[in-house]
């Protein structure tokens, strides 16, 4: 599907792996996640107290991200990193190269692959059962993507879905009739443009299509919630609960509240400029 901006979104299939792979990694070490860089220590193991999970960042970031309904401030990079917990501009950490998490020499590593292998990560996502992802294209290349999958109940590379299961099974949510979406990203300087709304209006359109009745998502991101409240009728995503390893939180929409024409809407009024 292709909008007036030159926008086009294609299925992910492993075909175009390569290019989600090489947009996996600039979206993941932008705003506002800035997984670029971490401490070589934290390849120790977790018992180790040397291991250390501070992050760097070639790059400063003034970004911020507020829900436009309730004003909430999240996800806050200004004041170099601040207000982000454990990520630091790589400037200050040079001052006196020395790692500012756990103070031993300075050593780094790349996030990805060094730390978090996405390759796996991505390949195990594609063999999920009932796997539905786009990836953006603009100008150069692949500028954003979206993926989700039938809810597992086994562990994956980056949900532990068996902790997960029972409290689920408690809302009377349950894997056979429930869409999990994964993963939606837009690379830093292409954000703000529609790009992540219209990846993901398509996944969740196939996704209805499918027969799910639930679709379940994990996030702490203010936006996620604006595009799915208009998607779903106004509906507000159904607070389930805190995510047993992560800061996040998990929320449902029905969907037989989806609004069709709002999702395809959606798919149409990205821009690139």
């Not at 954003?144 to 408690?170: I, M």
């Not at 869409?179 to 790009?195: A, H, K, L, P």
Request: glycine share 6%.
């Amino acid at each position: 599907m292709q909008s007036t901006c030159s926008l086009e979104s294609v299925e992910i299939t492993s075909s175009n792996r390569v290019s989600l792979l090489d947009v996996y990694k600039k979206v993941f070490s932008g705003h506002p996640w800035h997984e670029e860089l971490i401490c070589t220590n934290s390849l120790k193991k977790d018992e180790d107290p040397q291991k250390c999970l501070a992050q760097y960042s070639t790059l400063g970031c003034e970004k911020y991200d507020t829900d436009k309904s309730s004003h909430i401030i999240s996800n806050d990079c200004r004041i170099s990193f601040v207000k982000r917990e454990n990520i630091f501009p790589l400037s200050i950490a040079q001052l006196e190269n020395k790692c500012l998490g756990c103070k031993s020499r300075m050593e780094l590593i790349e996030f990805y692959p060094d730390f978090v292998d996405h390759s796996a990560l991505i390949s195990e996502a594609i063999s999920e059962d009932g796997f539905i992802g786009y990836l953006a294209f603009g100008g150069d290349g692949p500028v954003g993507f979206s993926w989700g999958y039938r809810l597992p109940s086994r562990d994956t590379l980056s949900v532990l879905f068996s902790k997960v299961t029972s409290l689920l099974a408690s809302k009377g949510i349950y894997p056979e009739d429930t869409f999990y979406g994964s993963e939606v990203g837009v690379i830093d300087t292409f954000q703000g443009r529609g790009i992540g709304s219209s990846v993901s209006a398509l996944r969740i359109i196939k996704a209805f299509e499918s027969g799910y009745s639930v679709f379940l998502t994990r996030t702490i991101n203010p936006y996620i919630h604006v595009m799915l409240r208009k998607m779903f009728a106004g509906k507000e995503g159904q607070l389930l609960f805190k995510d047993p390893e992560r800061t996040s939180s998990w929320y449902k929409w029905d969907f037989k509240n989806l609004n069709l024409q709002v999702a395809e809407d959606f798919t149409l009024k990205a821009r690139l400029k």
